[in-house]
């Protein structure tokens, strides 16, 4: 039986978020895997085996249990933010040559930095919101960036997988605070024009028989969009299937599996869009997107009448070449 590492937790603000996904994957993963929880922090990693928790040994991906040594066959990295979302846990993986199902380092920093994604996207013609990045606070006046982008702003720490440091910013008196904000969460900043328009979010993984665009999901978030609130706290509708035209789904289903390829992106992940006059605009891509029992991804799969233990089965047999 092949022994799982399932990665969670992290440096970021979403720890607790990470802890609850991986906890709901480890309770419907295929029984015919054993899957223990890593658990990543500032301090320390550590295993949950038999009801203890153990030291994680990052240099050969291994712990130690009443004196017998166990490693880990394959890795999974659920977690949101850094260290895993943007990719430096699977470099640490790759060095020690222990396979995992999550896409690679440079495509994990890619997807997981805001605007180098969308600059990314934006080179093969992929519809993105006019933005500014900031590396400083003073970077660009006032004046300059109203008459740029408009009103509202969307104003975003860039570098940050976090729901935190995200403000929509509809008069020029707000703009300052937005961005001391987001800089608390993030070294570098983007600056995003509104796009007025319904959203929806697609998950999409790839199986042995190919790629599978799960059913859309809109979202119409109670407060001004759609922030940690809406995300965790109830603060929002999610409505599976999404209200919008089958020529819509098919549009937003086929750009979300080209965003797939070109990014290299593996297991699961969620790409988030605004339809502007019936026009698909890429919001943001996340490779690690919420697998909590509230989760979006969860409520595709109930859409689909997918399992999630066999949901999880078709990617690490995919994924591990099993």
Same mark, same amino acid.
């Given at each position: 039986?092949?022994?799982?590492?399932?990665?969670?937790?992290?440096?970021?603000?979403?720890?607790?978020?990470?802890?609850?996904?991986?906890?709901?994957?480890?309770?419907?993963?295929?029984?015919?895997?054993?899957?223990?929880?890593?658990?990543? $922090?500032?301090?320390?990693?550590? +295993?949950?085996?038999?009801? /203890? &928790?153990? #030291?994680?040994?990052? *240099?050969?991906?291994?712990?130690?249990?009443?004196?017998?040594?166990?490693?880990?066959?394959?890795?999974?990295?659920?977690?949101?933010?850094?260290?895993?979302?943007?990719?430096?846990?699977?470099?640490?993986?790759?060095?020690?040559?222990?396979?995992?199902?999550?896409?690679?380092?440079?495509?994990?920093?890619?997807?997981?930095?805001?605007?180098?994604?969308?600059?990314?996207?934006?080179?093969?013609?992929?519809?993105?919101?006019?933005?500014?990045?900031?590396?400083?606070?003073?970077?660009?006046?006032?004046?300059?960036?109203?008459?740029?982008?408009?009103?509202?702003?969307?104003?975003?720490?860039?570098?940050?997988?976090? $729901?935190?440091?995200?403000?929509? +910013?509809?008069?020029?008196? /707000? &703009?300052? #605070?937005?961005?001391? *904000?987001?800089?608390?969460?993030?070294?570098?900043?983007?600056?995003?024009?509104?796009?007025?328009?319904?959203?929806?979010?697609?998950?999409?993984?790839?199986?042995?028989?190919?790629?599978?665009?799960?059913?859309?999901?809109?979202?119409?978030?109670?407060?001004?969009?759609?922030?940690?609130?809406?995300?965790?706290?109830?603060?929002?509708?999610?409505?599976?299937?999404?209200?919008?035209?089958?020529?819509?789904?098919?549009?937003?289903?086929?750009?979300?599996?080209?965003?797939?390829?070109?990014?290299?992106?593996?297991?699961?992940?969620?790409?988030?869009?605004?339809?502007?006059?019936?026009?698909?605009?890429?919001?943001?891509?996340?490779?690690?997107?919420?697998?909590?029992?509230?989760?979006?991804?969860?409520?595709?799969?109930?859409?689909?009448?997918?399992?999630?233990?066999?949901?999880?089965?078709?990617?690490?047999?995919?994924?591990?070449?099993?």
């Amino acid at each position: 039986m092949k022994r799982i590492g399932l990665f969670c937790g992290g440096f970021s603000s979403e720890f607790n978020i990470s802890i609850l996904s991986a906890t709901t994957i480890q309770e419907n993963f295929p029984k015919e895997f054993e899957i223990v929880k890593i658990i990543v $922090s500032t301090e320390k990693w550590l +295993v949950e085996f038999q009801g /203890e &928790l153990i #030291p994680f040994n990052l *240099n050969n991906g291994s712990f130690t249990f009443q004196e017998v040594h166990h490693k880990i066959d394959a890795g999974i990295v659920y977690i949101h933010g850094n260290p895993g979302e943007n990719g430096k846990i699977q470099a640490l993986l790759d060095m020690q040559n222990i396979p995992y199902v999550n896409a690679g380092p440079l495509a994990s920093a890619l997807s997981f930095d805001k605007w180098y994604c969308n600059q990314f996207l934006r080179a093969f013609h992929i519809p993105v919101a006019k933005s500014i990045f900031l590396t400083q606070i003073n970077e660009k006046s006032q004046d300059e960036i109203i008459a740029t982008l408009g009103l509202p702003i969307f104003v975003k720490p860039s570098d940050s997988g976090s $729901s935190y440091g995200i403000s929509k +910013v509809k008069e020029a008196s /707000e &703009l300052h #605070p937005a961005l001391m *904000n987001a800089f608390k969460e993030g070294k570098t900043v983007v600056l995003e024009s509104f796009l007025d328009g319904t959203e929806v979010t697609c998950g999409v993984y790839q199986t042995k028989k190919g790629l599978v665009a799960l059913p859309l999901t809109e979202i119409a978030s109670e407060n001004e969009f759609f922030d940690y609130d809406a995300k965790y706290n109830g603060k929002s509708q999610e409505i599976t299937p999404a209200r919008v035209s089958e020529d819509i789904t098919r549009q937003v289903q086929d750009q979300a599996k080209k965003i797939y390829q070109l990014l290299q992106l593996r297991s699961i992940a969620r790409i988030d869009f605004m339809i502007v006059q019936n026009v698909p605009h890429v919001i943001e891509v996340n490779t690690t997107p919420g697998f909590s029992p509230a989760s979006i991804v969860p409520q595709m799969l109930t859409c689909a009448n997918v399992k999630i233990e066999d949901f999880w089965r078709e990617i690490v047999t995919f994924e591990l070449g099993l």
